[in-house]
């Protein structure tokens, strides 16, 4: 599989991960990790008279997946519910969960479906050389975009490659 190959006349490049993140707890400690060790030596920088960390997150969602199975087993009714936060994205499924009158309204039981849930953080980052770039991580993919040096690209596919999840 090609690293972060270059889009032609832009500069945006992306990876589809070979397995996806396994769950919200790798996931998370990914972004934590980027953010607090920044292995990517990305740098603080002022704007608009506003201080700001050198890698920033700038938007997260989270998507749960659920179905409803009546006695049968036959699938009756489905759900996605999406948060902004990993702490809504918890309790939203446990809400989901405990959701009796939901239960009765769609006549099944609910059945999560970790497997099928998504994961996307958009991280903006500050390169020693003063260029702002994005690095949108999801479940299945990365995408660096909004960069103009070619050793940023290289930077961050040197991470990936020393991160085993996201192999």
């Known amino acids: 599989m090609p690293d972060f190959p270059p889009r032609p006349n832009t500069k945006k490049s992306s990876r589809r991960l070979k397995t996806p993140i396994a769950d919200i707890a790798a996931f998370t400690a990914i972004i934590r990790t980027l953010v607090y060790t920044n292995p990517l030596g990305c740098t603080s920088y002022h704007s608009h008279l506003q201080a700001h960390p050198p890698i920033q997150k700038v938007r997260e969602m989270y998507t749960a ?18 948060y902004d936060s990993v702490e809504g994205y918890e309790t939203g499924i ?32 500050h390169d020693p050389t003063g260029e702002l770039y994005y690095l949108n991580i999801a479940r299945d993919r990365m995408t660096l975009s909004s960069y103009s040096d070619d050793k940023i690209r ?3 596919e040197k991470w990936v490659d020393s991160v085993p999840e996201l192999g």
Do not use: W
């Open 154 to 156: 290289e930077q961050v």
């Open 94 to 125: 446990a809400s989901v969960i405990a959701n009796m009158a939901n239960r009765e309204a769609h006549r099944g039981k609910v059945k999560r479906l970790p497997g099928a849930d998504l994961f996307s953080v958009m991280l903006k980052c």
């Open 65 to 82: 997946k659920f179905e409803y199975r009546n006695e049968k087993g036959k699938r009756v009714g489905t759900t996605i519910e999406m």
